[in-house]
């Protein structure tokens, strides 16, 4: 079960988070008002139109951007930069391909300065938990999307982040090879209870993955609803009597986003008039808790 981490203190909380990007070309509003609170251990999964902000709130929340508005709170504490607690995985998986993937893994924490025995204990160890270990001796070109991926993910885990951002690390992989590595991916994140906010376009990828799918409108990017997916783990198939519905009400939630009151009542205020660019309906925050008991 997710918990709230020391104190009760939300691992993460975001308070009104804004981000305007200012350039030669003008300003662009990619992110309005955003509140979200994530328990430690909690797995979140955000789904939203292109270009709504996704990505950038994860920047944000790695501290690689800064915010325009608003306050985000890591462990309580404000977030004002890069920090090894909030490690951001990207679509490419970014890997030396000098190295092998035993190397490559441990690279991190050579550069953390840690020594040969224990880092190579540690990258062991995490090479087994993505079912990579008999590939320690492969070099990047010799393996698969898939695999390339997985070596990302193991990278990123041997630094033990308390925090993951994943942003689409599985959007350009087939739909079998992504099935697997949703296993895989419930597997390391059950056996470590790192805290995920994972960033995908793909529905169902989402309702599998997630403790909870926060919808975002159009850019910028307000989240319209937040589903929690109550549904055992590991989930090892899409066939759960009742996820085609879940999967379907986040659809028609995307083809329609819909704000909340406080959103929309505040907008009107604004006059900023962004509800021109989204089709607007009047509903209090909704969930669908309870829809799928495990
Ligand atoms: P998403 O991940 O949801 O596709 P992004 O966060 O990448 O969306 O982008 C949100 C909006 O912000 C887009 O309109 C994009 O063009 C703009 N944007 C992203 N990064 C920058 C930047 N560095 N400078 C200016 N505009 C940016």
């Known amino acids: 079960m997710a918990n709230f981490g020391l104190y009760g203190v939300p691992k993460l909380m975001l308070k009104g988070v804004s981000k305007t990007y200012a350039s030669a070309r003008g300003r662009t509003d990619a992110l309005h008002k955003i509140d979200l609170s994530v328990k430690s251990g909690e797995f979140i999964c955000i789904v939203g139109p292109s270009g709504c902000g996704k990505s950038t709130l994860l920047k944000l929340i790695a501290g690689l951007d800064a915010h325009t508005g608003g306050e985000i709170l890591a462990d309580g504490r404000r977030v004002s930069g890069p920090g090894t607690d909030r490690l951001l995985m990207f679509q490419e998986p970014a890997l030396f391909p000098w190295l092998n993937v035993l190397h490559n893994v441990e690279f991190g924490l050579k550069m953390a300065g840690i020594?040969?025995?224990?880092?190579?204990?540690k990258a062991l160890q995490v090479l087994e938990l993505v079912n990579l270990l008999k590939f320690g001796n492969?070099?990047?070109?010799?393996?698969s999307g898939g695999m390339k991926q997985k070596v990302a993910l193991a990278r990123a885990l041997v630094m033990e982040p308390q925090m993951l951002l994943m942003d689409e690390p599985f959007a350009a992989l087939d739909?079998?090879?992504r099935a697997t590595l949703h296993e895989e991916l419930q597997?390391?994140?059950l056996a470590t209870k790192k805290t995920i906010i994972f960033v995908t376009h793909n529905i169902e990828e989402a309702v599998r993955l997630a403790d909870r799918v926060v919808v975002f409108s159009n850019r910028p990017?307000?989240?319209c609803r937040e589903i929690p997916v109550?549904?055992?783990r590991?989930?090892?198939s899409y066939s759960y009597a009742g996820i085609a519905g879940l999967i379907e009400e986040i659809a028609a939630e995307l083809k329609n986003p819909v704000l909340t009151e406080q959103d929309t009542a505040r907008e009107e205020l604004r006059g900023e008039g962004y509800s021109q660019k989204v089709s607007v309906s009047y509903t209090a925050h909704s969930s669908?808790?309870?829809r799928f008991q495990s």
């Open 230 to 232: 109550n549904m055992a």
């Open 187 to 189: 597997q390391a994140w």
């Open 234 to 236: 590991p989930r090892e």
């Open 175 to 177: 739909a079998q090879t």
């Open 115 to 121: 020594n040969e025995k224990e880092r190579r204990a």
């Open 288 to 290: 669908v808790a309870g």
């Open 221 to 223: 990017g307000r989240i």
């Open 138 to 143: 492969a070099y990047v070109h010799e393996l």
